[in-house]
T-cell receptor
Framework: QQQVKQSPQSLIVQKGGISIINCAYE??????FPWYQQFPGKGPALLIA?????SEKKEGRFTISFNKSAKQFSLHIMDSQPGDSATYFC?????????????FGKGTKLSVIP | EPEVTQTPSHQVTQMGQEVILRCVPI?????FYWYRQILGQKVEFLVS????????KSEIFDDQFSVERPDGSNFTLKIRSTKLEDSAMYFC???????????FGQGTRLTVV
C-alpha cells in the first residue's frame, strides 16, 4: 500500500514537444505529491509539488495534474528542452514535516533530442 | 544558496568493515533524513531524525545502521558491518520546521568490495 508506480521507465521526446510522466499511488493517506529532478551524479532536487486539494499546478513549463478519485498524478513538461534531459521521480508523503517520509516511484529517464 | 553537503563523495570499503557517512544539513533545518539509491533503482527511505531521536525508520534500517547528530552541525549514518548489498548512493536530506520540501545532498557513493 506504500507503493508509488511510475511510468514510463524511459522517454524520448523531440525538442519543443510535450513530455508526460504518470504516477499512481495506493495509500489514501498520502497528501503531498512532489516531483524530483535528478541529473547524473547529483541528488534529487524538488521540481514542483501538489496537495490533493487542487487538480492542477503550473510552474513555468512544468505542470502537475492530479486526479484524486483515480489516485493518479502526472507531470507535463511543455516545450521540452535538451536541458530537461534527466531522471524524474514522482513521490508521495503523508503528514507534515515530522513524518515526512517520501515514497518514490522508480523514475523516468527523459531524453530530449534536438 | 544554502545546501546540504555530504562527505565523502565516494567511499570504497571491504565487506564487514564499518563506515560512517557524514552530512551537514542546512543550518536552520530541524528534520534530517537518510535515503539510499541502489544503482538504477528508486530512491528508498531509510530513517528520519528529529529532536535528537529517530522519528521513523524503514525495514531497511536494521541493527547494522545507526544515526547520530554528534554536534550542532553534523548528521551521520553508520553502517556497522557492511555487506555487498549495502553498495548504493546514500543521500542525506533536511527540512525546516513546518516545511514540506526536503533538500537533498549530492550523495555518497558507497562501494562494498
Amino acid at each position: 500500500q506504500q507503493q508509488v508506480k511510475q511510468s514510463p521507465q524511459s522517454l524520448i521526446v523531440q525538442k519543443g514537444g510535450i513530455s508526460i510522466i504518470n504516477c499512481a499511488y495506493e495509500n489514501t493517506a498520502f497528501d503531498y505529491f512532489p516531483w524530483y529532478q535528478q541529473f547524473p551524479g547529483k541528488g534529487p532536487a524538488l521540481l514542483i509539488a501538489i496537495r490533493p486539494d487542487v487538480s492542477e499546478k503550473k510552474e513555468g513549463r512544468f505542470t502537475i495534474s492530479f486526479n484524486k478519485s483515480a489516485k493518479q498524478f502526472s507531470l507535463h513538461i511543455m516545450d521540452s528542452q535538451p536541458g530537461d534531459s534527466a531522471t524524474y521521480f514522482c513521490a508521495a508523503s503523508r503528514g507534515g514535516a515530522g513524518s515526512y517520509q517520501l515514497t518514490f516511484g522508480k523514475g523516468t529517464k527523459l531524453s530530449v533530442i534536438p | 544558496e544554502p545546501e546540504v553537503t555530504q562527505t565523502p563523495s565516494h567511499q570504497v570499503t571491504q565487506m564487514g568493515q564499518e563506515v560512517i557517512l557524514r552530512c551537514v544539513p542546512i543550518s536552520n533545518h530541524l528534520y534530517f533524513y537518510w535515503y539510499r539509491q541502489i544503482l538504477g533503482q528508486k530512491v528508498e527511505f531509510l530513517v528520519s531524525f528529529y529532536n535528537n531521536e529517530i522519528s521513523e525508520k524503514s525495514e531497511i534500517f536494521d541493527d547494522q545502521f545507526s544515526v547520530e547528530r554528534p554536534d550542532g552541525s553534523n548528521f551521520t549514518l553508520k553502517i556497522r558491518s557492511t555487506k555487498l548489498e549495502d553498495s548504493a548512493m546514500y543521500f542525506c536530506a533536511s527540512c525546516r520546521e513546518g516545511g514540506t520540501e526536503a533538500f537533498f545532498g549530492q550523495g555518497t557513493r558507497l562501494t562494498v568490495v
